[in-house]
């Protein structure tokens, strides 16, 4: 494997693992992720979907979930990926993460605790 291709191959990989995620939606729109989450009624559940900009190494997604008052969030966060790992942008930020998982930071993005989060798999949601 060329250098040149390893390179873009790690750092493409956090947006891989977001697209190949169990919660990935892909291109649907917030008014389709709030009807499949409004008869939940466990906080915290979550699914990911597509955002609106793709500029190679930056990408951008939202997280749609349940809070804890049963209302619908959807949050927009932005990944970049570099040589020293990826990074993630919100209301805060993150990184370089070079080992981490978006599970392992998901919980950050969503201002809670990771044991509170769980995704709705497409089998849930279909």
Known sequence: ???ALKKSTIEDA???EIQSHIAWYGD???LKAEKMLREIQTPY???LRAGEIDLGNQ???YVSYVLEDLTIKHQPFVVMDTPDGWYYENSGGGGPYEEASI???LHLIMHCQQDEITPLTKLQGS
Do not use: L, N, R, T
């Open 103 to 105: 599970f392992d930071v």
């Open 45 to 47: 559940v979550y699914i």
């Open 28 to 30: 649907i729109s917030g």
């Open 1 to 3: 494997m060329s250098v």
């Open 59 to 61: 990408k951008d997604y």
């Open 14 to 16: 956090i947006h891989q």
